[in-house]
């Protein structure tokens, strides 16, 4: 570790080093030095991300370009004394740091309608501060990681091949995502059409992809960069209402709990309307449409996932995925059931 710590150009000696977090993809430590700077190293994953060089290069990239365009704290990548923007190991693996943010704090849950309007901030300003930058420049991190259709797809085989055969013990939950495979390419067809501008979005919008001022509670930045790549605003609407909009866990497994929570849904969408000014009036029109899709798209993969024997989400219980699955059913249901309100 201190081999690849010596690595960056650091303020100080290191003097301790711990892994840091609850990130599943990146294996990730915080490194304090000897003069009480601290930083963030992170080794890539790269069974996810196949392409860590490009990865890499979309993310300082877009630092580059937010601290041109931002007043507000922006996540810094360190450089490395080489003058590299990422280290390589003798093992091949790729390494980077950043600096850490003081005074900040990450929130896994929302608990206050205000914490969720302020992560609507964070992300409708980072995709317009980042509405000037050719989106077309960044490569895809993940190929086709928000396309409904290819989800729509990849179910369909699992279905066919049913390896397990589970597909008997969901069939209302089958049922439910093939009534409304109509509505998988929705989104893709305005994008396709020229409606729907493609844009720099961050892709993993979740509530605890933002930093709070741990004082004020007021959002800092956007951290976790490494889905950033071109995509629609309204999916990355869309993802974050799906992870907070909510009454209960994304695997609860007693459905009477989960509920869509309408205010939380239009406190966020305050927030990311106040700091997004740059939408058109189509994207505006279809933020519900956003928040539909990315709820039945990871209902979809969780479904998928169970029927091929939990082979991409951890699970820590047999039907771990179905549950996941059902909660996210239950919020689109929920969600159709409020549509004229969340139009509003």
């Avoid at 280290?87 to 849950?109: A, L, P, Q």
């Avoid at 495979?181 to 933002?210: C, W, Y």
Wanted: net charge negative.
């Amino acid at each position: 570790m201190l081999n690849v710590i010596s690595k960056f150009l650091i303020n100080g000696d290191p003097v301790h080093h711990a892994p840091y977090g609850n990130g599943h993809i990146n294996n990730t430590y915080l490194i304090e030095c000897s003069t009480k700077s601290r930083y963030i190293l992170q080794k890539i994953n790269k069974f996810v991300f196949k392409d860590p060089v490009s990865l890499m290069q979309n993310i300082v990239m877009v630092t580059g370009h937010l601290k041109k365009t931002s007043k507000e704290q922006v996540l810094t990548v360190v450089p490395c004394v080489d003058g590299n923007m990422w280290h390589i190991d003798s093992n091949g693996e790729h390494w980077r740091m950043y600096d850490f943010v003081e005074g900040s704090v990450c929130k896994e849950t929302v608990d206050s309608p205000e914490i969720f309007r302020q992560s609507g901030l964070a992300f409708g300003g980072f995709i317009n501060l980042m509405a000037d930058f050719d989106a077309e420049k960044l490569s895809e991190t993940i190929v086709g990681f928000h396309d409904t259709p290819m989800r729509y797809r990849t179910f369909h085989n699992a279905l066919e091949k049913d390896v397990l055969g589970r597909a008997k013990l969901v069939q209302p939950e089958i049922e439910f995502a093939l009534a409304r495979e109509s509505f998988a390419a929705a989104l893709i067809n305005l994008q396709k059409s020229g409606d729907m501008p493609t844009r720099v979005t961050h892709n993993d919008s979740k509530l605890n992809n933002v930093l709070f001022c741990q004082d004020s509670l007021e959002a800092l930045c956007v951290i976790d960069l490494d889905t950033v790549m071109p995509g629609l605003a309204v999916t990355d609407f869309g993802d974050s209402v799906r992870f907070g909009a909510t009454t209960a866990a994304e695997d609860e497994k007693d459905l009477r709990k989960v509920n869509f929570s309408l205010p939380l849904y239009q406190a966020y969408k305050k927030g990311f309307l106040e700091a997004c000014d740059t939408l058109n009036g189509c994207e505006i029109e279809h933020l519900p449409h956003g928040a539909k899709m990315m709820t039945l798209e990871c209902g979809l993969r969780f479904l998928t996932d169970y029927l091929e024997g939990d082979v991409y989400f951890k699970t820590h219980r047999d039907g771990h995925n179905l549950d996941r699955c059902r909660t996210q059913f239950k919020l689109v249901e929920d969600m159709e059931k409020n549509w004229k309100e969340m139009a509003l």
